[in-house]
Nanobody
Framework: QVQLVESGGGLVQAGGSLRLSCTVS????????MGWWRQAPGKEREFVAA????????YYADSVKGRFTISRDNAKNTVSLQMNTLKLEDTAVYYC?????????????????WGQGTQVTVSS
């Protein structure tokens, strides 16, 4: 069973930065395409970013492009999301996702595994 545990959420002022991390249990982390989704109160869940198994390909939602960076450390079974220049509209619960096939599954929101989420709140 694959388990994903997110960390790093919190309260930050607009314009600030946060770094989210997601640690994956097991010894097969390199098999999984990884990514992040988020869901704001009263809104649909939306794709944020994804990264391929080797880290050679990354994908971003237009709303975060240029501000967020996804990366992975296969030696530490961790994927991270560096969030800069945060905006009020970035407030959401952020979920880590993993899929053994490819990033398409993550981008489309049908990844096999999901974390419990971590809250990010951006204040004015």
């Amino acid at each position: 069973q694959v388990q994903l545990v997110e960390s790093g959420g919190g309260l930050v002022q607009a314009g600030g930065s946060l770094r989210l991390s997601c640690t994956v249990s097991g010894r097969t982390f390199m098999r999984y395409a990884m990514g992040w989704w988020r869901q704001a109160p009263g809104k649909e869940r939306e794709f944020v970013a994804a990264i391929s198994q080797t880290g050679s390909r990354t994908y971003y939602a237009d709303s975060v492009k240029g501000r967020f960076t996804i990366s992975r450390d296969n030696a530490k079974n961790t994927v991270s999301l560096q969030m800069n220049t945060l905006k009020l509209e970035d407030t959401a619960v952020y979920y880590c996702a993993a899929d053994p096939v490819n990033t398409v599954q993550v981008v489309d929101g049908v990844a096999n595994y999901w974390g419990q989420g971590t809250q990010v709140t951006v204040s004015s």
